[in-house]
Nanobody
Framework: QVQLEESGGGLVQPGGSLRLSCAASGFSLDYSVIGWFRQAPGKEREGVSCISGRDSSTTYADSVKGRFTISRDNAKNTVYLQMNRLKPEDTAVYYC???????????????WGQGTQVTVSS
């Protein structure tokens, strides 16, 4: 049974950092793409970043380039999203999901976690 569980969200001041974790079970990260997405109230879900299981290649949305870093630990079957220099506009529910190809299109992702709230506010 494929499962994804996000953790690490919370309240942080602008300019602060958080690290999100996505723990996967029921499948191996070795051959899967894991993507991070976010959805703010009243907005569509948008792709943030993804990492390929095959070669660890990464993709980032322009809005987070240089601030967010995605990585994976195959031994722990976990993908991380390190978020630095956070801005109020980063406030959203963050989700991880799995797909077969590296893309930030949420339509290509089949299994999703429940999400974790990130709030950036002073």
């Amino acid at each position: 049974q494929v499962q994804l569980e996000e953790s690490g969200g919370g309240l942080v001041q602008p300019g602060g950092s958080l690290r999100l974790s996505c723990a996967a079970s029921g499948f191996s990260l070795d051959y899967s793409v894991i993507g991070w997405f976010r959805q703010a109230p009243g907005k569509e879900r948008e792709g943030v970043s993804c990492i390929s299981g095959r070669d660890s290649s990464t993709t980032y949305a322009d809005s987070v380039k240089g601030r967010f870093t995605i990585s994976r630990d195959n031994a722990k079957n976990t993908v991380y999203l390190q978020m630095n220099r956070l801005k109020p506009e980063d406030t959203a529910v963050y989700y991880c999901a799995t797909a077969r190809t590296a893309t930030l299109d949420p339509q290509q992702y089949g299994y999703w976690g429940q999400g974790t709230q990130v709030t950036v506010s002073s």
